[in-house]
């Protein structure tokens, strides 16, 4: 089975700090991509990433950035967190780049819960 | 990225009865993919649709591609209170844009 991990459940930050969500796959996966969900909203893509050490913007970049120093591993970062940017926040990884030329999918982590206060 | 209407946001049904969840696109869609989430978890993959008026089954689940690539819809028949969560559909070749999601509950 594909493994998802996520560094942790439950975040409390406070306006201003550094926060670090750190993603890990176990399955070899080329493609990594970070959501934040929010009720009414739904999935909103904030970056991916389909090789080590390359990233593009998602729909909602601003705010974040991300590393990938290792293939299984893919790090979201709010470089000054700010209130707005409470959210769940969900890591996800694929193995196929095309996804509508094969049945692949993508794998979701758990979630980590951020409360910026 | 491809844009994707959901609806309804909300569903509330009797066990038993049907229910159907919808999307949306006024562009062509090369792909469609459905996931559940249930309550406190994660999303999970059901199926990926990519053929003009495709039709997939999984047991009460049917899965339909409009003709034009442009709708599709997910209809669960009997529900039962495990198929309790939100649904999502999700369309695009190298990143998925997802729609808002239905909730769907039911009540015993």
């Known amino acids: 089975d594909v493994k998802v991990t996520q560094s942790s459940r439950y975040l409390v930050k406070r306006t201003g700090e550094k926060v670090f969500l750190e993603c890990v796959q176990d399955?070899?996966?080329?493609?990594m991509f970070w959501y934040r969900q929010d009720p009414g909203l739904g999935l909103r893509l904030i970056y991916f990433?389909?090789?080590?050490?390359?990233?593009e913007k998602g729909d909602i970049p601003e705010g974040y950035s991300v590393s990938r120093e290792k293939k299984e591993r893919f790090s979201l970062i709010l470089e000054s967190a700010s209130t707005n940017q409470t959210s769940m926040y969900l890591c996800?990884?694929?193995?196929?780049?095309?996804?509508?030329?094969?049945?692949?999918?993508?794998?979701f982590g758990p979630g980590t819960r951020l409360l910026v206060l | 990225g491809q844009q994707v209407m959901q609806i309804p946001q909300y569903q509330h049904v009797q066990e038993g009865e049907d229910f159907t969840t919808y999307c949306n696109s006024s562009?062509?869609?090369?792909?469609i993919q459905w996931y559940k989430q249930r309550p406190g978890g994660h999303p999970v993959f059901l199926i990926q649709?990519?053929?003009?008026?495709e039709v997939k089954k999984q047991k009460r689940l049917t899965f339909q591609f409009g003709e034009a690539k442009k709708n599709s819809s997910l209809h669960i028949t009997a529900t039962q209170t495990t198929d309790v969560g939100t649904y999502f559909c999700?369309?695009?070749?190298?990143?998925?844009?997802f729609g808002k999601g239905t909730k769907l509950s039911v009540i015993p």
């Open positions: 996800a990884s694929s193995s196929e780049r095309f996804l509508a030329a094969s049945q692949e999918t993508q794998y």
């Open positions: 399955m070899d996966h080329e493609n």
């Open positions: 990433s389909y090789d080590v050490k390359m990233k």
């Open positions: 562009t062509t869609l090369s792909n």
């Open positions: 649709l990519v053929k003009s008026g």
């Open positions: 999700g369309a695009g070749s190298y990143q998925l844009t």
